[in-house]
């Protein structure tokens, strides 16, 4: 490599770099303290219930400790103070109050478990698979797939089923529910309901490999029209562009061993290996929100994906300048 060659490559890394740090900045601000459901409120209402119990039993702790050392401090010319064999009614004060303190938090405990993580339904809602590195939604019922971005009805709440297709992740959306792994070979259960519309950030919690911080997710929840205008929209086949640039790229999709990995409704690609791109543009995130889906940063991908996403699954291509054009044309197409 020539000097001006690593000189280029030198500064895309600092443009990579630059833009990983704004987006992170963006897509790394969980409000942990902002529960947006019911089920998040459960588990934040316990948080905030135990840690006023913890800190008065800190306060009054350290208060007898503060108050002994005060009173019964060494004096030049006191006799030691009178020792004491026992006390009964001390000793079950101590043992009862404990005990108390473990009966009424195990029943917070309880009960909010009950309302965090109700019964599974017979048929979820939605099938979420881990993957290094993103997520693929299902939704059972109607049949749509898509990757990163889980839309939801706002006010209803969903059952969805965990599962992984490799090595252990965890699914969470701290607004909107608890954590929960998703295991290979053990599906897991979860329920998420959103008060209002809005978008909700969620994150794989457990370290899976290189790119776990970089394996972001949107939940979008919407109104129920919204939403089934959504799905609705989701279920139609990709449009096929029949001449130009967006028609050669797909040319190039096809060619290529793409096609042995994506999914596109509509053409000859059915491989479930990587995110389904059938409506691809419509998305708001790239690289499970390494960066946002914009057309430059598209382009980016498509030249070096490892560049963008350093351990990504996807290959380099090798792509000519002419061939990436061709092909974010044809993705800008899959709205």
Known sequence: MNSKDSLRVSRHLIDERDAAAATFARMNSLPVLDPQSPEARAIFHLAIVSGIIFTLIFIIVAGMIVYALMRYRWREGEAEPRQLAGNKAVEIVWTAIPCLIVVVLFLLTWQSMNASDPPAAATPDIVITGHQWWWEARYPKSGVITANEIHIPAGRPLSIRLESADVLHEFWVAQLTRKMATVPDHPNHI???????????????????????????????????????????????????????????????????????????????EARVGPDLTHFASRRILGAGVVDNTPANLRRWLTDPQLVKPGVKMPDYKFSEAQVTQLADYFETLQ
């Open 191 to 269: 329920w998420i309901q959103a008060d209002a519309p809005a978008t909700y950030l969620g994150v794989c919690s457990e370290f899976c490999g290189t790119q776990h911080a970089w394996m972001h997710f949107l939940v979008v929840a919407e109104t129920p029209e919204q939403f089934a205008a959504w799905e609705k929209a989701q279920l139609a086949p990709a449009k096929i562009p029949d001449s130009g640039s967006a028609a050669q790229g797909l040319a190039i999709f096809q060619e290529h061993s793409c096609i042995n990995c994506h999914a596109i409704n509509g053409t000859a690609a």
